[in-house]
Antibody, heavy 119, light 112 residues
Framework: EVQLVESGGGLVQPGGSLRLSCAAS????????MDWVRQASGKGLEWVGR??????????EYAASVEGRFTISRDDSKNSLYLQMNSLKTEDTAVYYC??????????WGQGTLVTVSS | DVVMTQSPLSLPVTLGQPASISCRSS???????????LHWFQQRPGQSPRRLIY???NRDSGVPDRFSGSGSGTDFTLKISRVEAEDVGIYYC?????????FGGGTRVEIK
């Protein structure tokens, strides 16, 4: 059974940093591109970025709203995806989901982890 | 960025009746490989999003066949042939053809 479990969310002050993790199981993690998607409370879905697999050169891509502040990485040996978030802003407050990419979008999603940026 | 426009914003439906959601993109979603990366997601209250349809018309595993997707180019539709109570939630279209990936604003399906 495919499972994605996010962790690492919490309360952080503006300008601070946080690192989210996504633990994957039930599939060959190294074969898949992986996405981060976020959702502010009561709002729609916003794609944050993608980590491509080894076959695609481990390329990472980001939304303009987070480029230069967020960094996506992965450790295929640990079946894990990460999101390092620096210089956090209040508008980064959201539930962050990781999703497995298949056929160009997320076919499996985690339960999400809440990040709150507030003083 | 490609803008995804969904309509209606809210869709009250009688149980057992059909429902249809429109999604329009500001650019063609046909990729250079010939595929069209337009996908549909359902988000039930309090749950994570779930993909229903990938690449316009392909149902994901376990998705009831009352859900169907169609369209081409810039104009796409998600149809529910007979709405059931468990279909209540917000539906999003998403394009994966152009970077950055973008979602529609969502359509809330509710029971009358």
């Amino acid at each position: 059974e495919v499972q994605l479990v996010e962790s690492g969310g919490g309360l952080v002050q503006p300008g601070g940093s946080l690192r989210l993790s996504c633990a994957a199981s039930g599939f060959t993690f190294s074969d898949h591109n992986m996405d981060w998607v976020r959702q502010a409370s009561g709002k729609g879905l916003e794609w944050v970025g993608r980590s491509r697999n080894k076959a695609d050169g481990y390329i990472t891509e980001y939304a303009a709203s987070v480029e230069g502040r967020f960094t996506i990485s992965r450790d295929d040996s640990k079946n894990s995806l990460y999101l390092q978030m620096n210089s956090l802003k209040t508008e980064d407050t959201a539930v962050y989901y990781c999703a497995r990419d298949s056929y160009g979008s997320g076919d499996y999603w985690g339960q999400g982890t809440l990040v709150t940026v507030s003083s | 960025d490609v803008v995804m426009t969904q309509s209606p914003l809210s869709l009250p439906v009688t149980l057992g009746q059909p429902a249809s959601i429109s999604c329009r993109s500001s650019q063609s979603l046909v990729y250079s490989d010939g595929n069209t990366y337009l996908h549909w997601f359902q988000q039930r209250p309090g749950q994570s999003p779930r993909r229903l349809i990938y690449q316009v018309s392909n149902r994901d595993s376990g998705v009831p066949d009352r859900f169907s997707g169609s369209g081409s180019g810039t104009d796409f539709t998600l149809k529910i042939s007979r709405v059931e109570a468990e279909d209540v939630g917000i539906y999003y279209c998403m394009q994966g053809t152009h970077w950055p990936l973008t979602f529609g604003g969502g359509t809330r399906v509710e029971i009358k």
